[in-house]
């Protein structure tokens, strides 16, 4: 689409200074583009053709006339009257300058009279006096009755323009499924499962029974029907799961729906979170959305145009006609995110019955608010990877078979096609025969790293990208160039919390760049904003906000190129480990430290031994830690069984360690053999998955390990290390001593059980050992042991030390009061019963985010 075009009609011989002011006030107030006969080039039509079809081009034909008639042509009617007849179904405002009757030519009387006829004419303003009132006049009309199609012309021209880019072509992707979310209304009650099933599995089975998906479009009609059972909505998808292609997706088609006859006038207001963090960082957040709308459209037209556009807006807006998206909350910095969230449910206030859409990955969830539901983008299935392959490929089936072979065959690649970021990079290394399966050695790094390679290739060869003038002269950025600016931008920016800014700091990064780091042909002033221009306009990895900011064209580009930053330091022996490691426990780095470690995963054990100095002392302590020589390294994660929140906290700990891919093993204490949660954390709706787990967290149910397999997307194989039959005979001990209690205290009574403890006295040693033969099986040198007591994690701890391997003891940090009494229970066969687990994962109570 294109901004919306004017064509000027008049007589050249009276109405010429006219139409220039007009056009001058249309392009440069209203910015639409003006179309007159006088100012084509040069065409094989005849000038007749020429005319017609410049009128056939327009969305407002505005009609200037005076005196005079004009030039007639073979039908005996003036080109000006032709004009006006062939633009009989386009929007036409006529303006008649003011002389008396008497003073126009014969014919353009006659002209001017069926132009503006009662029954078939145009209806048109009183006669204009001079230039400056026409001028007010038109200006006035246009804003009237075209600033609103002007603005959806806009939003629909920003995402097709933008969409896709990355990839060098548009691909419709026209499955992105969404789950609804799941009630209590729909789940089953039951109280006794089968014997062999944990009850948390079969409460979420009850839940899958009943799941509801929807495809994207079918979602978006729900919601601007109002037809689910909340206004406003959280869209969850994991990093590359297609947010923000669907937000564009949506503004597209609602701004062509509300441009089209069908009168579905649902005005989508769409805005990247980012960009208003960045908004609220440098300027005073204004009250209103039409506000802010008018600051963005500010930097781009005059105040003619934007205050009027405000107003319509805000008229719009309290009829309940519109639908605010907002975008990417993840890539607003932490301290900020909780202020916009609130500002928005403000606007939630100001314009009662208009939807709100806000979509986030996973880990800047905030958890349930009460006038929001959840829903989370799916992963592609089969059926939609084998579409969007045959999509990409539709003119080359044999790449599509190829292709397709190659992800069937391929585990890792067939997970990393599951999100459709991954799969439009792979589409791409394929299509232009760079894909080598040996060098993606199966991380995503090497995915992103051989894709934007081709990206940057593409920049010199492809497009003659990279040619920037300089005192008359060119000469080409080369591929280590781009990457160091990309590298350096990337890096800075981030660890400045930065995702969007402006040009000032832009101009200033790459500045210090040229002068510090670049080569001596490099270092000149004067190449800052041709190399802005040049990676902006052609590499497709730097998109522009508005006239002044900018951000990365994707946060996974961002978090990617400061990956990058990281290794090429880490390779050149320089100063990296102080960056990551105070980063390591903050979730917003959890995508950087996945993709370093992915690259080089022999400095796992280095980069934990540094972020244990950085643990956060509200989730726990390092109670002991030891520096072996041997290349192995057990973290003993101790356990309180009282404390529901040690139990958070522990998770809280785990969380980051196994998604960064710095383990790949737990040991598990309270289990033996393989601990599988897959019946549960194979759920697709995060939110109730959450929900679940929290739950049965709370109820001390559900251990720390079990906890984070279910609420995190990791690849870490939980092992038990109890030997059974001691673990049996340790519980019948148990039970026996809790039925034999007297009125003291019950731990202090069961260490004098003379037979638990005789029991107990082995299974340190056992832990330490079952843990080792684990590492050894899984070719582990990095493990978890979790769930040992305090006592039993110091003895574990001396017998590590003993094989010279390397130790961090870490005791989660206590919150509330222990609950000893539930704890009591859970040994003697009590447990929570699941309807009362309905009534509170139906409430809209804000569950802690990780």
Known sequence: MRPIKVFISGTIEDMGEERNSVELTIKNDLNFDCIRAETRGSTSNTPIEECKKMVEECDIFIGIYGKIYGFKINSHKSVTEKEYDWAVKKRRLIYVKNFNDNEFEEKQLEFIKKATNFHKGNFRSTKFKNIQELVYKIRNDLINEFIIKDYLYQKICETEESEDQYVGKSINIDQNYITHRVGKEYAEIIDDPPKGMKKYELFINALLTKKEIYNDLKLLELICTKKLDKLHSYIIGNPGAGKTTMIRRWTNYLAKDALSDKKNDIIPISITLSWLANLARNHFLPDSITQVLSINYSEKKSDIYYKPLQNKLEDILKTGKGIFLFDALDEVNVKNRSKLVKWIKAQSHYYPNCPIVITTRPAAYQGGISSFQEFEILPFNNEQIDHFINKWFSKDQTKYKTTLHVVDSNDSIQRMSKTPLLLSLFCQLIEEDRFEKDSLNQKEYYLFDSCLNLLLEKWDHNKRIGKIDRSGSTFRL?????????????????????????????????????????????????????????????????????????????????????????????????????????????????????????????????????????????????????????????????????NWGARLNQARILKPIGYSRCITLINSAGAAGLVDTTSVSSFPKLDIRVKTAYLFLRSLELTSEEYCSIVSDWEVKILGIENEKLYFEQQEAFVKAYEAKKDGDFLEELTQSTIFMNLHKDVPKIYFENTLANMKENNSNISVLAGAAADDAKKITQEIRK?????????????????????????????????????????????PVL
């Open 478 to 642: 080369n591929y280590n160039d781009k990457i160091s600016i990309l590298q350096d931008i990337g890096l800075e920016f981030y660890l400045n919390e930065k995702i969007v800014f402006d040009r000032s700091s832009l101009s200033k990064r790459i500045e210090n760049y040229l002068m510090n780091s670049a080569p001596q042909a490099l270092k000149n002033r004067d190449n800052i904003d041709s190399i802005i221009n040049d990676i902006e306009m052609n590499s497709g990895i730097i998109k522009r906000l508005s006239n002044n900011y900018y951000s990365f064209y994707n946060r996974t580009f961002h978090e990617y190129f400061v990956t990058r930053a990281l290794i090429y330091d880490a390779e050149n022996n320089k100063n990296w480990i102080d960056i990551l490691s105070p980063n390591f426990w903050n979730p917003d780095w959890s995508e950087i430290c996945k993709m370093f470690i992915s690259s080089l995963p022999n400095e796992a054990i280095k980069i934990l031994k540094k972020s244990f100095e950085f643990l956060p002392p509200k989730w726990g302590i390092v109670v002991d830690s030891y520096i072996g020589s041997d290349d192995r390294l057990i973290i003993v994660l101790e356990d309180n069984y009282v």
């Open 803 to 847: 094989q010279d391997i390397s130790y961090f003891w870490i005791r989660a940090k206590s919150e509330g009061s222990d609950d000893f009494d539930t704890f009591q229970k859970l040994h003697t066969k009590w447990r929570l019963p699941i309807n009362e687990l309905l009534e509170r994962i139906d409430r809209d109570d804000e569950i």
